[in-house]
């Protein structure tokens, strides 16, 4: 079985963090008061920050180790990132979007492979859609089609449905959970909202201010 | 043309770039804003000259001396409309999110690709008003171009230049013609640009 592990202190300007755990197929979920350097956490293992300590690791390969100097680019690691407003590139259509992110095939066969992702996320009819017109949740179920899209080992999410009304907010959680349990991928979620902890971890990574506390497993709870 | 390609390059080499000699880099591609335009063509003549290093290299390869050439006006007029360019294409590509950047590297996008598919193309209206500032600027060099390139009427003689030797010679029918022409494409640049900045926010 896949494993993450994770024991790193990662700083940005003044905010520090120092995060020991491990995570496995599944939604493990990072929670905590806001500011408590969850995001920056998920940077790290992202790739997208270099930590100033510790490593990483996703099944015996070291990600980032920066006493040993290696850092592995963000491109290489196979991650799937979304984040709270989506962040889709706003001048590409959508189906271009997630065809970006698809890493094998041909032009047309990616195009094929980004099509069968919309349909996955309920958002077929928003192919040819600018993201700038998609309402919240329509760009939340885009994003994640495309962090899929390239069959990443992990898949970040950064308060991916915070900006959305409850409604939309439930229906999400759902489709999370499903692509999820069909991917088998390794989820990290980053929350600091008590319904989607609840509704969603099998294991929860409590932070405080700067640090991680507690790891809880969650027993395998019963079909939603 | 020139300072297109090179002004484009080198802001986004400033925007990203974290290396040895990025101040130093920034204020030599600065200069021309600021030296009067004649000591920036004494020192082109001398760096290009027929007797320079670099221009016996081009003399070698193209068969005939850079200076006084409409080749050498072309250097003279995109070297002093460098900064321009670079200023405002810099500006451009710095105000491009970088968390659009980083959900692109993210989603396996190489550097270049995200730099042709998602940062060059989002910074695309302020690329093309530096673009428009830098060719304005190009178009009315006068010190600079007069230095390298000679004034070669049919040659390498440029509309300020004939603007200038119109008045000198008495011609005053044709030197306000040649200015009202300069004119027009400066104000039609400034409009251009001013819009295009505008309607990027």
Redesign the interface.
Known sequence: MSTLTVDVVVRAGETQVAAAFWAAPGITVLSGPSGAGKSLTLAAVAGLLRPVAGRIELDGTVLAAPAAGVHVPTQQRRVGVVFQDGLLLPHRSVLDNVALAVRTGSRAERREQARAWLARVDAAGLADARPTRLSGGERQRVALARALAGAPRLLLLDEPLSALDAPTRSRLRRLVRDLVDETGVIALFVSHDATEVDELADRIVRYEPGRTVATEERQARGSR | MLASVAGIGLGYLLAKGRFPGRGVLEAVASLPIVLPPTVLGYYLLVTLGARSPLGRAWEQVVGSPLVFTAGGAVVAASISALPFVLRTARAAIESV?P??E?????????EWRVAA??TL??ARRGLVAGVALGFARALGDFGATVMVAGNIPGRTQTMPIAVYDAVQAGDDERAALLALVLGVVAVLVLVAVNRLSRSAV
């Open positions: 999110d968390r659009l980083q959900s692109a590297r993210a989603a396996g996008l190489s598919q998602v193309p989002l």
